[in-house]
């Protein structure tokens, strides 16, 4: 796999008459949407105010907010599609195959919702699926597949109003692992102990029933971050091995965002908690700023340096 730096030169030698087209439409594309979105909250705003100047019930108000925050919401979307897919085949698929020439890349589609499933990073199955920049191939022999993934809950309240909320948003990765094991492994952020503290954190984790039973580990920093639940001791103890928690630590470092993981039979399923589609470009940011640009570099070279940096295409793992 190519190095950071290559793809960043790749990024702004190659690709920037590209680049630079797109910021033209981009700039264009944000005046318009502006305008037209200004408009839009210009009349909602007199529709506010003659409802609070007649004194109807604060209902017809909430409304009018719902209904702007819908329509602007609907219009960027529809406004930005075009340019998003035209960025995505003129910049990410190429950046792609630049790290790994071998790679497919599918802007549309994401894994199916059965893996994420699978994973049982969460104790329900979400009510609603989405997900886009679905990428798959081969590192060292190792098949890598990871996509944008949304994952939400659908809640009613009293008045029978639906609304939904985030179980997970970010990137989700399915790759395969170097051993077939018999039980399942789960790998969490440790929010618990993170807000409760040590203590407090521990009585949670340990008396959490939707859980299989608590596996403490050996490494006080990987226990701080992580919290581990499993079918079998000594078998998650076999895969999270001293130097292999090491690597899944310096990993998190890396992404700078909540880590999930899930073994299972010879699959490991891997959770980067992002709250955003990592590879959907703003109409309001400059592609052309350094920053902006790292964010696709960094993202796409971490998630495709994932079997080197956890070294899953070497047989470190002899058989039980």
Same mark, same amino acid.
């Given at each position: 796999?190519?190095?950071?730096?290559?793809?960043?030169?790749?990024?702004?030698?190659?690709?920037?008459?590209?680049?630079?087209?797109?910021?033209?439409?981009?700039? /264009?594309?944000?005046?318009?949407?502006?305008?037209?979105?200004?408009?839009?909250?210009?009349?909602?705003?007199?529709?506010?105010?003659?409802?609070?100047?007649?004194?109807?019930? *604060?209902?017809?108000?909430?409304?009018? !907010?719902?209904?702007?925050?819908?329509?602007?919401?609907?219009?960027?979307?529809?406004?930005?599609?075009?340019?998003?897919?035209?960025?995505?085949?003129?910049?990410?698929?190429?950046?792609?195959?630049?790290?790994?020439?071998?790679?497919?890349?599918?802007?549309?589609?994401?894994?199916?919702?059965?893996?994420?499933?699978?994973?049982?990073?969460?104790?329900?199955?979400?009510?609603?699926?989405?997900?886009?920049?679905?990428?798959?191939?081969?590192?060292?022999?190792?098949?890598?597949?990871?996509?944008?993934?949304?994952?939400?809950?659908?809640?009613?309240?009293?008045?029978?109003?639906?609304?939904?909320?985030?179980?997970?948003?970010?990137?989700? *990765?399915?790759?395969?692992?170097?051993?077939?094991?018999?039980?399942?492994? !789960?790998?969490?952020?440790?929010?618990?102990?993170?807000?409760?503290?040590?203590? !407090?954190?521990?009585?949670?984790?340990?008396?959490?029933?939707?859980?299989?039973?608590?596996?403490?580990?050996?490494?006080?920093?990987?226990?701080?971050?992580?919290?581990?639940?499993?079918?079998?001791?000594?078998?998650?103890?076999?895969?999270?091995?001293?130097?292999?928690?090491?690597?899944?630590?310096?990993?998190?470092?890396?992404? /700078?965002?909540?880590?999930?993981?899930?073994?299972?039979?010879?699959?490991?399923?891997?959770?980067?908690?992002?709250?955003?589609?990592?590879?959907?470009?703003?109409?309001?940011?400059?592609?052309?700023?350094?920053?902006?640009?790292?964010?696709? *570099?960094?993202?796409?070279?971490?998630?495709?340096?994932?079997?080197?940096?956890?070294?899953?295409?070497?047989?470190?793992?002899?058989?039980?």
């Amino acid at each position: 796999m190519k190095t950071k730096s290559a793809i960043t030169d790749f990024y702004y030698k190659t690709l920037y008459p590209d680049l630079k087209d797109l910021e033209d439409k981009r700039k /264009q594309l944000k005046q318009k949407i502006l305008s037209i979105g200004g408009f839009i909250v210009l009349i909602a705003s007199f529709i506010a105010f003659y409802i609070v100047n007649q004194r109807l019930p *604060v209902d017809f108000l909430l409304f009018d !907010i719902f209904a702007t925050v819908v329509l602007v919401s609907i219009l960027y979307k529809k406004m930005t599609k075009n340019y998003a897919l035209e960025f995505k085949e003129l910049i990410i698929a190429p950046l792609i195959n630049e790290i790994e020439s071998d790679f497919e890349y599918q802007p549309y589609k994401y894994i199916s919702p059965e893996y994420f499933h699978r994973a049982k990073f969460f104790t329900s199955h979400p009510d609603r699926t989405s997900g886009n920049d679905y990428v798959t191939g081969k590192i060292d022999g190792i098949e890598v597949t990871f996509c944008d993934f949304h994952a939400e809950k659908k809640h009613k309240d009293s008045k029978g109003r639906t609304s939904w909320s985030t179980m997970f948003q970010g990137l989700f *990765v399915v790759t395969e692992f170097p051993k077939k094991f018999h039980s399942s492994t !789960i790998v969490l952020p440790d929010f618990a102990q993170n807000i409760f503290g040590d203590f !407090i954190g521990s009585l949670l984790q340990e008396n959490n029933f939707s859980r299989k039973q608590l596996i403490k580990m050996d490494s006080p920093e990987f226990e701080k971050n992580f919290v581990v639940y499993g079918d079998d001791q000594v078998e998650a103890r076999y895969i999270l091995t001293p130097a292999f928690m090491q690597r899944i630590l310096n990993f998190k470092k890396r992404s /700078q965002a909540p880590l999930y993981l899930s073994f299972r039979g010879n699959i490991m399923y891997m959770g980067i908690s992002y709250n955003k589609d990592m590879f959907e470009p703003s109409v309001f940011r400059s592609l052309l700023e350094y920053k902006i640009a790292m964010e696709y *570099v960094d993202t796409l070279h971490l998630v495709m340096g994932l079997v080197d940096d956890l070294k899953l295409n070497q047989k470190l793992w002899s058989k039980l």
